[in-house]
C-alpha cells in the first residue's frame, strides 16, 4: 500500500487565491519531508526541505513567502501556494526518506492549475 | 558539475520487443543511482536502485540495470516490453552518504510510448 498519502490530487483555483497541499507519512514518523515541482516535459526540482517543528529550508530561487511550508508533526506536511498566479500552474510532488536503502518515498502528485 | 542525462526524450517500442533506457550520470561522489517510472499524473515509483555489489540490479516489474563506473551510465532494460509499461521513466543519482536525501538529481526522463 501507499506509503505517503498526498492531497489533493488535482486542483484548480484562480490567481490570487491560495492553494494548500498536505502530504501523509503513512507508515512512520518523518522529520524531514521534500517538496518537489515538476513543469511539463520536465524534470522534478527540488524546491525545499520541510523540518518538524522548525523552518523549512528552501532552494536557491524558491520563494519562502510565497510556497509557505508547515511542518507540525512528524506525519504531515503541508505546502500553501499563496497568491497563486498562472505561473505557478505545476505539478507538485512531496517525499518522504525511507529507512535504510529505499532512500526516498514519493506521493502520487498534486496537479495544480491557475486560472 | 552533477546531472543525469537521458539522451532519449520519446522512445517507442512494439509489445514484446526488448527495450533499452539510457542514463549517464556525472557526479563527484560514489553516487547511489535509481530509476523510477511515472504514469500520467502520478507520483514516482521506484523501479530499482544501485549502491553495490552486482553491478546488474533487478527491479520490480521485470526491469533490470547495469552500472557501468567506466562509462558513468546506469541503463535500464527490459527483455520483453508490455503494454501497460507505457509511462515516463526517471533516472536519479543522489549521494551514497549523508547530504540531503532530498536532493537527488534528476534526468529530464524517457517517455515510452508502446505499440500493440
Known amino acids: 500500500g501507499a506509503v505517503v498519502s498526498q492531497h489533493p490530487s488535482r486542483v484548480i483555483c484562480k490567481s490570487g487565491t491560495s492553494v494548500k497541499i498536505e502530504c501523509r507519512s503513512l507508515?512512520?514518523?518523518?522529520?524531514?519531508m521534500f517538496w518537489y515541482r515538476q513543469f511539463p516535459k520536465q524534470s522534478l526540482m527540488l524546491m525545499a526541505t520541510s523540518n518538524e517543528g522548525s523552518k523549512a529550508t528552501y532552494e536557491q530561487g524558491v520563494e519562502k513567502d510565497k510556497f509557505l511550508i508547515n511542518h507540525a508533526s512528524l506525519t504531515l506536511s503541508t505546502l500553501t501556494v499563496t497568491s497563486a498566479h498562472p505561473e505557478d500552474s505545476s505539478f507538485y510532488i512531496c517525499s518522504v526518506p525511507g529507512g535504510g536503502e529505499e532512500k526516498l518515498f514519493f506521493g502520487s502528485g498534486t496537479q495544480l492549475s491557475v486560472l | 558539475a552533477q546531472s543525469v542525462t537521458q539522451p532519449d526524450i520519446h522512445i517507442t517500442v512494439s509489445e514484446g520487443a526488448s527495450l533499452e533506457l539510457r542514463c549517464n550520470y556525472s557526479y563527484g561522489a560514489t553516487p547511489y543511482l535509481f530509476w523510477y517510472v511515472q504514469s500520467p499524473g502520478q507520483g514516482l515509483q521506484l523501479l530499482l536502485k544501485y549502491f553495490s555489489g552486482d553491478t546488474l540490479v533487478q527491479g520490480i516489474k521485470g526491469f533490470e540495470a547495469e552500472f557501468k563506473r567506466s562509462q558513468s551510465s546506469f541503463n535500464l532494460r527490459k527483455p520483453s516490453v508490455h503494454w501497460s509499461d507505457a509511462a515516463e521513466y526517471f533516472c536519479?543519482?543522489?549521494?551514497?552518504?549523508?547530504?540531503?536525501?532530498?536532493?537527488?538529481?534528476f534526468g529530464k526522463g524517457t517517455k515510452l510510448s508502446v505499440k500493440p
Open positions: 507508515d512512520f514518523q518523518a522529520t524531514t
Open positions: 536519479a543519482v543522489g549521494p551514497y552518504y549523508g547530504g540531503s536525501q532530498g536532493n537527488l538529481i
